[in-house]
């Protein structure tokens, strides 16, 4: 692992690719120990989801968060059909939401091409989830 961390960032001071090489031990450790090897996600981004899961339903339920509310409900039919496609409606918005943007980046890295009804979906996805970040980041100090 420390060669293809190495390679991966070979700009890095030898303190920076400490620090590096330290947290993608302790990440593979924790996928071990968790026994999420293979597939889901570990109890720490499962929280993550969760606050933000709650906290998109909180905005919704705020008729002051106007522009949060037409980027959710521009970004709703994508998330339905991605939900319908996958059989997994289970699964919540924002949960279908990160694993579309998941997916559309290991696209990007085999170099496969994306097509422009999925490009559409995305940039409502992607609009929807950096104002959910962006409030959710910025929830503490408007308190």
Known sequence: ???VVKSRFPEQSEEEMKAILSWYKDLSLMMK???KVEKGHLQIIQNTLNDLADYHRQLLSNPQENFYM???YKALPHIVELRNR?????????ETC???LYGTLLLRIQKREIGPETAEALRHIS???ALLAEKYKNQDIEE
């Open 1 to 3: 692992m420390e060669k």
């Open 33 to 35: 120990e968790e026994q």
């Open 70 to 72: 037409a980027a959710y």
């Open 86 to 94: 996958a059989g997994e409606a289970a699964k919540g918005e924002i």
């Open 98 to 100: 990160f694993e579309a």
């Open 127 to 129: 609009t929807l989830i």
